[in-house]
């Protein structure tokens, strides 16, 4: 059984940085395409970024380039989400996604897995 653990989030102040991490278990991390979705009170679930299964490739929204990077280890089992210049619409409860299945990477629909997530509060 695969799973997902996210953490990392916490509350912080505008300007801040923050990096989450996500451990993944039961699977063979290196086949995994991997994703960072987030979710806002009312809101549908969001893009953050993606990064290939190799890790030479990523992708994110406008909303977030360059400020957010995805990296991750693949001897760790590990996908990474450094935040910078955090503002409050960032603000959100962040997931991770891993998938094996193909289709558009900034679609909640196309990933396979997903773990409980974890909160980030940017307060002004």
């Known amino acids: 059984q695969v799973q997902l653990r996210e953490s990392g989030g916490s509350p912080v102040q505008a300007g801040d940085s923050l990096r989450l991490s996500c451990v993944v278990s039961g699977g063979t991390f290196s086949g995994y395409s991997m994703g960072w979705f987030r979710q806002a009170p009312g809101k549908e679930r969001e893009f953050v970024a993606r990064i290939s299964r190799t890790g030479d490739s990523t992708d994110y929204p406008d909303s977030v380039k360059g400020r957010f990077t995805i990296s991750r280890d693949n001897a760790k089992n590990t996908v990474y989400l450094q935040m910078n210049s955090l503002v409050p619409e960032d603000t959100a409860l962040y997931y991770c996604?891993?998938?094996?299945?193909?289709?558009?990477?900034?679609?909640?629909?196309?990933?396979?897995?997903w773990g409980q997530g974890t909160q980030v509060t940017v307060s002004s």
């Open positions: 996604a891993a998938r094996v299945r193909n289709g558009l990477f900034s679609r909640p629909v196309n990933y396979d897995y």
